[in-house]
């Protein structure tokens, strides 16, 4: 599978952004797609997942209730609904992928990614 992350730029505080995730060459529905971001000077952390197969969802605490993701069969497309955007969501933001059942947090534990889209939030 290929990743090809869009949709970042430059928002206010409190703005919305929506990031959108491609994947060509899927085939099943035994993916985990997930969302990461990295900050500069900082380690890459886990934002969001979805297992492809049910729709179930996980979101890191920073993110929860303000940031949604979802999948479209149809579009082979995942994405990362982001609302009430603050500074701190500065970061590239990746897409990234593996098969398996778990929903998976860690970014170890991928082993696709996509290019990275950059996400800047002013106040």
């Known amino acids: 599978v290929q990743l090809q992350a869009s949709g970042g730029g430059l928002v206010q505080a409190g703005g919305s952004l929506r990031l959108s995730c491609a994947a060509s060459?899927?085939?099943?529905?035994?993916?985990?797609m997930g969302w990461f971001r990295q900050a500069p000077g900082k380690e890459r952390e886990f934002a969001a997942a979805?297992?492809?197969?049910?729709?179930?969802?996980t979101y890191a605490d920073s993110v929860k209730g303000r940031f949604t993701i979802s999948r479209d069969n149809a579009k082979n497309t995942v994405y990362l609904q982001m609302n009430s955007l603050k500074p701190e969501d500065t970061a590239v933001y990746y897409c990234?992928?593996?098969?398996?059942?778990?929903?998976?947090?860690?970014?170890?534990?991928?082993?696709?990614w996509g290019q990275g889209t950059l996400v800047t939030v002013s106040s």
């Open positions: 990234a992928a593996r098969r398996g059942v778990m929903i998976y947090t860690t970014k170890w534990e991928y082993d696709t």
């Open positions: 060459g899927r085939s099943g529905s035994d993916y985990v």
């Open positions: 979805i297992r492809w197969s049910d729709g179930s969802t």
